[in-house]
């Protein structure tokens, strides 16, 4: 299918990113696509630099009669979530993604796609290697480790760019231009407990939470999605009496919400009818409260290999409450922007084996103050239980400009083309316009894109239609780039 794709209008667009995606760019991993980058930048004899962070600029001059515009800005992010179905076998560090058309849509075969934000980076390459696309001075930005941590943001330094005006193309509704975005810090919260070691006669059972949809931990945090990690507590809480608890591996992606969490419990034989009858009735509850939201939710209790090691009742209750009491979800909505999340945080992984316990977790605010405020609610609920709490990985929010001149110039154009007006907003994922404004604090910012559904998720799915639109609208705005001061 990957042919069908590479006809799809805009070809330029489509055959860029069908190249990339032939190329593995997971978080951290991002070797080859950075070098996929600077000799894609090197074969068109455009200026091509490779920072300290290994963030790849490629410069290309204005087109003749455009000088005089204002020198601009195009960043996207090369990296992508590597999230799969537990059937599906693919090997990101070496497989490119297989996609395929579906009802209008442009998805992949049991992985993420890394539209987010491969759409992006095929756009800016397409007017590259251009020729006959009117446009100012381009400073094109392809930064690392957006998904996990925001390394390359944070590390660019200042003089690298000159540009006046940067236009991030990391949104994923093509009705809107984002005016800012949430900040965010990782929580981290572990222990360490001491096994005990079980008789031959006890019975070792695997419990499985799975089919959940997951999601963008910002983007779909308020939507009610299941998070797997707090759903298997829940069974632990329900049966906590007759187990012990031997393994848990719950989540991949501090940025993801969970789909799947898998235990492995540790039952005496005489509590196995007690236990499997205590998680049918917590499942059936479960499976009923969100049984519209979530109608693919399976949750199994079935025999296993044997364990001999598991966690003491005592720690086990105290990881149960930790869990429990640790917030999961929204935690404010925005006073300022209607249907804004403010602050949320996202209980991402949960493992647990060998005496070790580690509870990873994503908050999220658009208000310093407020992320503040969830991270320190975690920790105090993480400590009550006996956890050591780190912070790390904080990152600024990018505080919206409603004067912003660009977003005027786009406001104009997007009714003019569209004969609607754009819905100006802000959203609760982590963009990258905020960090870059330390070291460019006088550049003018904005951000949009095409259409994506399901990213950090292998439902992840870009609109055809909405790419096209969002080509439009990207060759109108770098022909009305204003003339420099």
Known sequence: MSQDIRNL?????????????????????????????ADF?????????????????IKKPATPGMENRKTIVMQSHLDMVHQKNGDTVFDFDKDGIKMIIEDGWVTAEGTTLGADNGLGVAAIMSVLESSDIPHPAIEALFTIDEETG????????????????????????????????????????????????????DVAFEITVKGLRGGHSGMDIHRGFGNANKIMNRIFEAVHPYIHISKIQGGSLRNAIPRESFATVICNPVDIIDAKDKINEIANKIKQEFSEIEPNLVINFEKTENFKKAISK?????????????LNGVHKMSEEMEGLVEASNNIAIVNLKDGNIQIDCLTRSSVEESKTEVANLLKTAFEEEGFKVEFSGSYPGWSPNANSPILSVMEDL????????????????????????????????????????????????????????????????????????
């Open 41 to 57: 930048g090197k074969n068109l004899g455009l200026e091509t630099i490779i920072d300290p962070i290994q963030n790849v600029i």
């Open 414 to 485: 997007y009714e003019s083309i569209f004969d609607k007006k754009a819905d100006v907003v802000a959203c609760h994922a982590g963009l990258e316009c905020g960090i870059l404004g330390t070291n460019y604090p006088d550049m003018d910012m904005i951000s949009f894109g095409p259409t994506i559904k399901g990213a950090h998720s292998p439902d992840e799915k870009a609109n055809i239609a909405s790419a096209q639109k969002f080509w439009k609208y990207l060759l109108e705005i770098l022909k009305n780039i204003p003339v420099k001061a």
């Open 314 to 326: 005592e720690e086990q209750a105290k990881l149960i409450n930790a869990v429990n009491n640790a």
């Open 150 to 201: 925001m390394t390359g943001a944070k590390g660019l330094q200042a003089g690298y760019l000159d540009g006046e005006i940067l236009l991030n193309l990391d949104t994923e509704e093509d009705t809107e231009l984002d005016i800012g975005c949430a900040g965010g810090i990782d929580v981290t919260a572990t222990k360490k407990y001491e096994e005990e070691v079980f008789s031959g006669d």
């Open 9 to 37: 209008e805009p070809k330029g667009l489509w055959n860029k990113f069908s190249d990339l995606n032939e190329v593995p760019r997971g978080s951290k991993k991002e070797e080859k696509v950075i070098a996929f980058m």
